[in-house]
């Protein structure tokens, strides 16, 4: 995970967040951690590693509310889903990054 936010870290925003338009990526992305701005900060700096498993986390609990069991489907699956959570976003307002 880097600092500037993946399309991982949008779609958690959009999906789990409930990103409203006039919030950014980030304060959504981090209640879809359920974790502050402070708690995301501190953990970068001083437990990545529990960061990483928060996202991870995340991820399997976006795909699952979808319908998709992340460690059983296909990787054909995967990217169908991700694409239609992506088309969801994109009709929600969401912009991805370039």
């Known amino acids: 995970m880097s600092t ?3 399309v991982e870290m949008y779609l958690c925003a959009f999906h789990l967040g409930k990103r409203e338009a006039d919030e950014s990526v980030e304060e ?3 209640r879809a951690l359920d974790i502050t701005a402070a708690q ?3 953990m ?3 437990d990545y590693g529990a960061l990483q498993e928060k996202h991870a986390d ?3 609990r976006m795909y ?3 319908g998709v069991n992340l460690k ?3 990787e054909g699956e995967k990217a169908s889903l991700r694409v ?3 088309d969801e976003a994109r009709k929600g307002g969401m912009r991805f990054p370039a």
């Open 40 to 42: 995301f900060h501190r």
């Open 64 to 66: 699952e509310t979808a």
């Open 4 to 6: 500037k936010p993946s």
């Open 72 to 74: 059983t489907a296909t």
């Open 28 to 30: 959504a992305y981090h």
């Open 44 to 46: 970068q700096r001083d």
């Open 58 to 60: 995340a991820i399997h």
């Open 84 to 86: 239609r959570l992506m």
